[in-house]
């Protein structure tokens, strides 16, 4: 067991500039937000969500709009600065000797140094129907991983904090954050099980050691396989992509399965959809009326979560660039709400449900909602 996650300084010009602004990040936000509150929030009853609940903050790989895509900074600093029972969502992938790894995107050479680590490791895949050039996972022992860092896969956003932090195993993220709920999301099992390794085994081995809510994945027969392990402890989610036409794991097309949410709620509690499901877009990029979508998972007694949530990302022109009005429209300004939003910036969707959501209601006193929150001012 190494002692600590991050390379120590003084490796290449980077690595000290970069801790000290992280330090000095993380001192300016801690004196703005003080500690969350343990207590939780009094909310606004006023959800329209499958249960009336508070809609749930999930940060995808942490807080990736800052620090790498599922680095212990991300991680660590979403927990710090969102709502104090925000989920901390991870993207499961395998290595060679099956070690579950959390990891953004499958191709590590677009979110890790792995391409100039390991140059001979650069591998074609077919993934989902689409041939992919890049470094996988599964071509890398859980030690060799060791020796590669996480990057920034985003080209909008800083490259400071690239190649200081590794990569987490699932149990790392159990051990060095000990987040209140964790989200593994499986995107590829059907890969996976192709080239001999197990996904299911490795989740159902780390389920005593790890306090894993949520597991999503678009394979059905993933959820399937893994739903008499974890019944009852852990919420099953459907998730529905925007990029590929059918199930691998069925070949039922993802349009017939949005129109059997009856038969997904046979296996699943809830599902995730990209936010056009609920407010499609037109090509010029303009709001058209929402579909009924949320209200259709609802009367199935299904949840369903949103994602595609990010400050950083062209949205709509009718939120005059203001994301805080993008996440209010999906929990309370379109007379519905989603019970949870993927987000890599969760403090805005803290911010939108801890301060800002049905402010048309008079009753509800937001300055103290939000001081809840974030013990602003406190
Ligand atoms: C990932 O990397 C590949 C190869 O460098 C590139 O073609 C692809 O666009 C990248 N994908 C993303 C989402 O950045
Ligand atoms: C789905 O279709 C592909 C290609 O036709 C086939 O190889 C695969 O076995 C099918 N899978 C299932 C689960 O039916
Ligand atoms: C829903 O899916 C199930 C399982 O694949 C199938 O048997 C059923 O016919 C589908 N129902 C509709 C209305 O498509
Ligand atoms: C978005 O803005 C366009 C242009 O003003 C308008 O036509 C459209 O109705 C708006 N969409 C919604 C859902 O309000
Ligand atoms: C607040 O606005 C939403 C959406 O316009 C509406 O559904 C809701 O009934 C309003 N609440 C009150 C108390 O007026």
Same mark, same amino acid.
């Given at each position: 067991? =190494?002692?600590? =996650?991050?390379?120590?300084?003084?490796?290449?010009?980077?690595?000290?500039?970069?801790?000290? &602004?992280?330090?000095?990040?993380?001192?300016?936000?801690?004196?703005?937000?003080?500690?969350?509150?343990?207590?939780? /929030? @009094? =909310?606004?009853?006023?959800? *329209?969500?499958?249960?009336?609940?508070?809609?749930?903050?999930?940060?995808?790989?942490?807080?990736?709009?800052?620090? !790498?895509?599922?680095?212990?900074?991300?991680?660590?600093?979403?927990?710090?600065?969102?709502?104090?029972?925000?989920?901390?969502?991870?993207?499961?992938?395998?290595?060679?000797?099956?070690?579950?790894?959390?990891? @953004?995107?499958?191709?590590?050479?677009?979110?890790?140094?792995?391409?100039?680590?390991?140059?001979?490791? *650069?591998?074609?895949?077919?993934?989902?129907?689409?041939?992919?050039?890049?470094? &996988?996972?599964?071509?890398?022992? %859980?030690?060799?991983?060791?020796?590669?860092?996480?990057?920034?896969? &985003?080209?909008?956003?800083?490259?400071?904090?690239?190649? /200081?932090?590794? +990569?987490?195993?699932?149990?790392?993220?159990?051990?060095?954050?000990?987040? !209140?709920?964790?989200?593994?999301?499986?995107?590829?099992?059907?890969?996976?099980?192709?080239?001999?390794?197990?996904?299911?085994?490795? $989740?159902?081995?780390?389920?005593?050691?790890?306090?894993?809510?949520?597991? #999503?994945?678009?394979? $059905?027969?993933?959820?399937?396989? +893994? #739903?008499? =392990?974890?019944?009852?402890?852990? *919420?099953?989610?459907?998730?529905?992509?925007?990029?590929?036409?059918?199930?691998?794991?069925?070949?039922?097309?993802?349009?017939?399965?949005?129109?059997?949410?009856?038969?997904?709620?046979?296996?699943?509690?809830?599902?995730?959809? !990209?936010? #056009?499901? /609920?407010?499609?877009?037109?090509?010029?990029? %303009?709001?058209?009326? !929402?579909?009924?979508?949320?209200?259709?998972?609802? @009367?199935?007694?299904?949840?369903?979560?949103?994602?595609? &949530?990010?400050?950083? @990302? /062209? +949205?709509?022109?009718?939120?005059?660039?203001?994301?805080?009005?993008?996440?209010?429209?999906?929990?309370?300004?379109?007379?519905?709400?989603?019970?949870?939003?993927?987000?890599?910036?969760?403090?805005?969707?803290?911010?939108?449900?801890?301060?800002?959501?049905?402010?048309?209601?008079?009753?509800?006193?937001?300055?103290?909602?939000?001081?809840?929150?974030?013990?602003?001012?406190?």
């Amino acid at each position: 067991m =190494r002692s600590s =996650r991050v390379r120590g300084g003084g490796g290449g010009g980077g690595g000290g500039e970069a801790a000290a &602004f992280l330090a000095a990040l993380l001192c300016g936000l801690l004196l703005l937000l003080g500690a969350a509150d343990a207590q939780g /929030i @009094r =909310r606004p009853s006023a959800y *329209k969500t499958l249960r009336g609940d508070a809609p749930l903050v999930i940060a995808q790989g942490g807080f990736s709009g800052v620090f !790498p895509d599922s680095s212990q900074a991300a991680f660590a600093f979403a927990l710090l600065a969102s709502a104090p029972d925000t989920s901390v969502w991870c993207d499961v992938q395998l290595t060679k000797d099956g070690v579950g790894i959390c990891l @953004r995107d499958i191709n590590m050479a677009n979110c890790t140094n792995a391409a100039t680590a390991y140059p001979a490791k *650069k591998k074609k895949y077919v993934i989902d129907g689409v041939p992919k050039t890049g470094h &996988f996972s599964l071509d890398f022992t %859980y030690s060799e991983v060791q020796n590669t860092y996480l990057t920034q896969g &985003f080209y909008s956003r800083t490259d400071r904090f690239d190649s /200081i932090y590794n +990569i987490f195993s699932v149990t790392d993220l159990q051990s060095y954050i000990k987040p !209140p709920s964790v989200w593994l999301n499986v995107q590829h099992d059907a890969f996976y099980s192709q080239h001999g390794l197990n996904m299911r085994r490795y $989740i159902v081995s780390i389920l005593k050691s790890v306090s894993v809510k949520y597991i #999503s994945s678009p394979e $059905i027969g993933f959820l399937k396989s +893994i #739903s008499k =392990r974890v019944r009852g402890r852990t *919420k099953l989610v459907f998730r529905f992509p925007d990029n590929f036409l059918s199930d691998p794991s069925t070949n039922q097309t993802y349009s017939s399965l949005s129109k059997n949410l009856t038969f997904i709620k046979t296996i699943a509690s809830g599902i995730m959809v !990209p936010k #056009s499901y /609920i407010w499609p877009v037109t090509n010029d990029n %303009y709001l058209l009326p !929402p579909t009924p979508f949320v209200q259709d998972a609802h @009367r199935a007694g299904l949840e369903i979560y949103a994602s595609d &949530f990010a400050n950083d @990302r /062209i +949205i709509p022109y009718n939120y005059s660039y203001d994301p805080l009005q993008e996440y209010l429209s999906f929990i309370s300004d379109g007379g519905f709400s989603v019970d949870g939003v993927l987000t890599d910036y969760p403090i805005t969707a803290s911010e939108a449900i801890g301060c800002f959501a049905n402010l048309n209601e008079s009753k509800a006193d937001h300055v103290f909602l939000c001081r809840e929150t974030f013990n602003y001012f406190a």
